[in-house]
């Protein structure tokens, strides 16, 4: 059964265990598992990736099942799913697990999506897409935080906000959150506290490094990489970046059947590729196909999960994922 994205305040009152959340605004997905789901089962939430729960299947059935005597409910949340997790859920589904819910959430999901297709037919299923944001939308939720704050702003501080955030909601709430640190016992904000205040969503070296690794151009990202000196931290930055501009091409060639289609493709898309990145962008495009695409934001995740566990080598084991992603020969 489908959920549309405006009603979302609905599930609260819907009695169902099994939800799948699709779509690109990771930054309404994770606000809505906040609002509706996590302060229901507050401690008893367990999050999974679909390659773990696939690679031990077994174990995942042993952690849903069991209880103890401090869990009544429990909350599972399993990101970044496919078609390739249906076969399980549909398992899980049948065991009818008492004080489970589950939450699948994938990116974008095609029509012919198998799993897409099982949640949207089956009436005790629900399946919510989440569209992206338009700028609209992000006014009013950067209206809305100062009016609740009673702070006034000027419409070129509000527009400032919203076009650093990138189109990204999550992005938007992070730097909604420093303001709200900053103006504790304010009355008042200027524009230019609201610029030093917020960061733009990509750093310039870290964008750029990340755009001529996407374009095969090895030279210049070996050049980037000696030329500047990253920190541990920027690490985070910039595989996070990686992964947004790697979404951004998973969506792009999405909409191409072929090289023909790609100028159309960039000048249809939303939020709007700025004029001096799509030289870029359409290179990208015509290095990477969806598949590769689609591949490359696994081993992206990969590569985070391994760089936190590794932050002594992060600098070494990013370095080595930037310099080989820039040389690979796609499909």
Same mark, same amino acid.
């Given at each position: 059964m489908i959920i549309k994205q405006f009603?979302?305040?609905?599930?609260?009152?819907?009695?169902? +265990?099994?939800? #799948?959340?699709y779509g690109n605004n990771e930054g309404l997905k994770n606000q809505s598992i906040k609002n509706y789901f996590e302060i229901t089962f507050k401690k008893n939430i367990y999050r999974?990736?679909?390659k773990e729960i696939l690679e031990n299947s077994e174990n995942f059935f042993n952690n849903i099942t069991s209880k103890s005597?401090?869990? +009544?409910e429990? #909350?599972?949340v399993v990101n970044?799913?496919?078609?390739k997790v249906l076969n399980l859920i549909n398992e899980?589904?049948?065991k009818k697990i008492e004080d489970l819910t589950i939450i699948l959430n994938a990116g974008i999901l095609e029509k012919k999506s198998k799993l897409r297709t099982f949640f949207e037919k089956d009436k005790k299923l629900i399946c919510v897409p989440f569209y992206e944001d338009n700028s609209q939308t992000l006014m009013g939720l950067v209206n809305d935080f100062f009016r609740k704050n009673k702070i006034p702003m000027s419409q070129q501080g509000i527009n400032l906000i919203v076009e650093r955030s990138r189109g990204d909601r999550q992005n938007l709430n992070n730097e909604l959150e420093k303001i709200e640190s900053f103006i504790k016992n304010k009355n008042k904000v200027e524009i230019d506290e609201i610029i030093k205040l917020t960061n733009l969503a990509e750093n310039y070296n870290v964008s750029e490094l990340v755009d001529s690794c996407l374009s095969k151009n090895k030279r210049k990202t070996i050049n980037i990489l000696n030329e500047n000196n990253y920190s541990l931290e920027d690490c985070i930055l910039i595989i996070r970046t990686f992964l947004i501009k790697a979404k951004r091409l998973l969506r792009l060639c999405a909409q191409i059947q072929n090289k023909h289609e790609i100028d159309l493709a960039i000048s249809k898309f939303k939020p709007p590729i700025f004029w001096k990145d799509k030289i870029i962008v359409k290179q990208q495009m015509q290095n990477w196909s969806h598949k590769d695409a689609e591949n490359?934001?696994?081993?992206i995740n990969e590569i985070e999960l391994l760089i936190k566990k590794n932050s002594i080598n992060s600098l070494n084991i990013l370095s080595d994922f930037i310099i080989e992603q820039s040389t690979?020969?796609?499909?």
């Open positions: 009603e979302i305040n609905k599930i609260s009152s819907i009695k169902n +265990n099994c939800f #799948l959340f999974y990736e679909e005597f401090f869990e +009544n429990k #909350l599972i970044r799913v496919s078609d899980v589904i049948d490359l934001i696994y081993k690979a020969i796609n499909s």
